[in-house]
């Protein structure tokens, strides 16, 4: 029996060394469902054409989609900048996994959501896409670091994760300004197409909120804070912190949708709408 409706994931970056999948596996396994919304960046070719770190953790990911789909769950693909090769292959079906470009979901409560990576909302991946690049090398190198902090407080018995990117994008004001003007560029797209919302992925910071009377819903990533958006059997959506203290869901009051107060929210807050 399913224990939620629909999963909603994105940015799990298969195929480097930061991608979270033991943790992400975790999260599968606590969370059958009857679909599930694969949203951008799932396998990271930018990252693999520079070098390839491919666990059996992270295979077993794959396989696991795979039975999914084979066992009669929906399974649908929507690629990202990341793995934007396959956008090549939208209205393809891959071992009963749909790949499309973008999706209109409906909630068991009516309410419809675009379901799309995000990342053309994002100036700086569309025009300038060197910039990106560079600035994916120094993310790639964030996680590292941090891979060896984590290692350190361990070792000094303190219980939590920590993320050293999510600190950085919490205490730069360039990087909330450009959160939210990317919010506001995705619910206005929602917003010209008649919908309620949108759920996208890109930008790795999670959350649920509402954004000029819309719901901007972002599912966060399995680098940094191993979030997913989950939504229950009466539609409701909720995030699910997977790296949390206790590595189980969290719930909070909604998030604030200012700068100034959102910098002062952990990534990846668990809410409710």
Same mark, same amino acid.
């Given at each position: 029996m399913p224990q939620v409706r629909s999963v909603f994931l994105s940015d799990i970056h298969l195929g480097t060394r930061a991608c979270q999948a033991d943790r992400l596996l975790d999260f599968l396994r606590e969370h059958p469902a009857e679909q599930t919304y694969l949203i951008g960046d799932i396998i990271d070719f930018w990252a693999m054409s520079r070098s390839i770190c491919w666990t059996q953790a992270q295979n077993t990911v794959? *396989?696991?989609? $795979?039975?999914?789909?084979?066992?009669?769950?929906? /399974? /649908?693909?929507?690629?990202?900048?990341?793995?934007e090769a396959l956008r090549?292959?939208?209205?393809?079906?891959?071992?009963?996994?749909?790949? @499309?470009?973008e999706l209109v979901h409906e909630t068991a409560d009516g309410r419809r959501f675009l379901l799309i990576?995000?990342? *053309?909302?994002? *100036?700086?991946?569309?025009?300038?896409?060197?910039?990106?690049?560079?600035?994916?090398?120094?993310?790639? #190198?964030?996680?590292?670091?941090? %891979?060896? $902090?984590?290692? &350190?407080?361990?070792?000094?018995? +303190? %219980? &939590?994760? !920590?993320? $050293?990117?999510?600190?950085?994008?919490? =205490?730069? =004001?360039?990087?909330l300004n450009f959160i939210f003007d990317f919010e506001?560029?995705? @619910?206005?797209? %929602?917003?010209?197409?008649? #919908?309620d919302g949108v759920i996208c992925g890109h930008i790795h910071w999670a959350g649920i909120r509402e954004v000029?009377?819309?719901?901007?819903?972002?599912?966060?990533? !399995?680098?940094?804070?191993?979030?997913? +958006?989950?939504?229950?059997?009466? &539609?409701? $959506?909720? #995030? @699910?912190?997977?790296g949390g203290m206790a590595a189980r869901p969290r719930l909070a009051a909604p998030a604030a949708t200012r700068v100034e107060a959102? %910098?002062?929210?952990?990534?990846?807050?668990?809410?409710? @709408?």
């Amino acid at each position: 029996m399913p224990q939620v409706r629909s999963v909603f994931l994105s940015d799990i970056h298969l195929g480097t060394r930061a991608c979270q999948a033991d943790r992400l596996l975790d999260f599968l396994r606590e969370h059958p469902a009857e679909q599930t919304y694969l949203i951008g960046d799932i396998i990271d070719f930018w990252a693999m054409s520079r070098s390839i770190c491919w666990t059996q953790a992270q295979n077993t990911v794959v *396989q696991k989609l $795979l039975r999914r789909a084979r066992h009669g769950e929906r /399974v /649908v693909f929507i690629p990202g900048n990341h793995d934007e090769a396959l956008r090549d292959y939208c209205g393809i079906v891959f071992g009963e996994v749909e790949v @499309v470009d973008e999706l209109v979901h409906e909630t068991a409560d009516g309410r419809r959501f675009l379901l799309i990576h995000g990342d *053309q909302f994002d *100036q700086v991946t569309r025009h300038h896409r060197w910039v990106a690049v560079l600035g994916d090398k120094a993310y790639d #190198l964030l996680v590292r670091i941090n %891979a060896w $902090l984590s290692w &350190g407080r361990r070792k000094l018995g +303190i %219980a &939590g994760y !920590w993320s $050293l990117a999510g600190y950085a994008k919490r =205490k730069v =004001k360039t990087a909330l300004n450009f959160i939210f003007d990317f919010e506001e560029s995705a @619910v206005h797209h %929602a917003r010209e197409r008649g #919908l309620d919302g949108v759920i996208c992925g890109h930008i790795h910071w999670a959350g649920i909120r509402e954004v000029a009377g819309l719901s901007y819903v972002n599912c966060g990533d !399995w680098v940094d804070s191993c979030t997913a +958006i989950v939504e229950h059997f009466d &539609g409701r $959506l909720e #995030l @699910v912190d997977w790296g949390g203290m206790a590595a189980r869901p969290r719930l909070a009051a909604p998030a604030a949708t200012r700068v100034e107060a959102a %910098a002062e929210l952990p990534v990846g807050e668990t809410v409710e @709408v």
